[in-house]
């Protein structure tokens, strides 16, 4: 099983699974990242999409990128604005259906949620946690 996420930085491998997409539809990182910036509202580099491939296929710590959630988020939100959400989405259910590892498919899973489907898994999680509201 893959470990995810690591203080506040999850594994760079889960950029392979928004590349393959990226790739599939032959998006250059150029207008992925011009697409990141429009949402980001400041600019991001398309280098920055450069070494988290490269983070992601040698795992070398010396690239100086942390992939972050908010990085994945970002990345699969500029996916949607080029290919649209509805193509985005049967990319991202086909993927976690061929996936195996459970965690990956999981982390896959939250991605395709809107927000009140969010809102009933915290509520859920919050409760086996035995947190009260």
């Known amino acids: ?55 992601a296929t040698t795992n070398d710590a010396k690239v100086g990128r942390a992939f972050t959630p908010q990085k994945f988020i970002l990345l699969l939100e500029a996916l949607k604005k080029i290919l649209g959400e509805d193509l985005v989405q049967r990319e991202m259910q086909s993927l976690i259906e061929q996936e195996k590892d459970t965690e990956v498919k999981c982390h896959l899973t939250l991605t395709t949620l809107d927000r009140s489907q969010l809102e009933q898994v915290w509520l859920y999680l919050k409760a086996l946690a035995g947190i009260k509201s």
């Open 1 to 55: 099983m893959v470990s995810l996420m690591k203080n506040g930085v999850i594994t760079a491998q889960l950029f392979n699974l928004l590349n393959l997409i990226a790739e599939k539809h032959e998006i250059t990182d150029v207008a992925w990242a011009n697409a990141a910036t429009s949402i980001l509202g400041k600019k991001f580099h398309s280098t920055r999409i450069s070494e988290y491939r490269r983070l």
